[in-house]
């Protein structure tokens, strides 16, 4: 079978899987498991999501802080390694990427807790 053929039966069966796909009814869970994931589950993640953001946004002394970070940085440059200073900038930029992650994290799980939980 050439290249072509190949990609025309993958194109169908994606086409075919999206049909099926959106027929589907959404899952929905027990109100038992609903009620664990309300009272285990979600402090836990609201824990997490605080205490990562507190580390990232936290002083020059808090190990893994942006700001810390920005420090070693600096301290690499005033030392002539650029090559340190430039692997320290971009895991400043991971930081910021994982601030928008947690940020997003956080409003999908008060989302939840709004809708599922109620106003605990």
Do not use: Y
């Amino acid at each position: 079978m050439n290249i072509s053929r190949i990609g025309g039966l993958v194109a169908g069966m994606l086409l075919l899987g999206a049909g099926t796909a959106s027929a589907q009814e959404p899952i929905t869970s027990s109100p038992e498991k609903v009620q664990k994931i309300c009272s285990q589950r979600v402090p836990r993640v609201e824990q997490r999501v605080k205490a990562l953001t507190d580390r990232i946004n936290g002083s020059p002394e808090t190990l893994g802080s942006k700001k810390w970070i920005e420090q070693k940085a600096a301290d690499a440059r005033s030392a002539g390694n650029t090559a340190r200073a430039d692997v320290l900038d971009a895991r400043l930029k991971l930081r910021d990427a994982q601030l928008v992650k947690l940020s997003k994290a956080a409003e999908r799980v008060a989302k939840f807790k709004s809708e599922h939980c109620g106003s605990k």
